[in-house]
């Protein structure tokens, strides 16, 4: 059976399982494509993620959340 979760999905589902606020996007339209904000609030901690440029909003959000993945895994003292 396919796995049909996307990164989106999987961000969600750090954030429940680490009480964290859910993630929050900001999708924006640049040189014909979209641009895609994401941000992870924790407790004691706030970190922000930019996607790359991408032709539509799904991929553009599915990109700033894989970068997220990344940029948690490398802070000091996150054990998710």
Request: a negative charge; glycine letters at 8%; charged letters at 20%.
């Amino acid at each position: 059976m396919l796995d049909l979760k996307n990164s989106c999905q999987d961000l969600d589902g750090v954030c429940y399982e680490n009480n964290w606020i859910l993630p929050s996007y900001h999708v924006s339209s640049q040189d014909g494509g979209f641009l895609a904000a994401v941000t992870v609030k924790g407790t004691g901690f706030e970190c922000s993620s930019e996607g790359e440029l991408c032709p539509c909003p799904r991929e553009a959000r599915e990109s700033a959340a894989k970068r997220m993945f990344a940029k948690l895994r490398n802070m000091p003292n996150m054990s998710w």
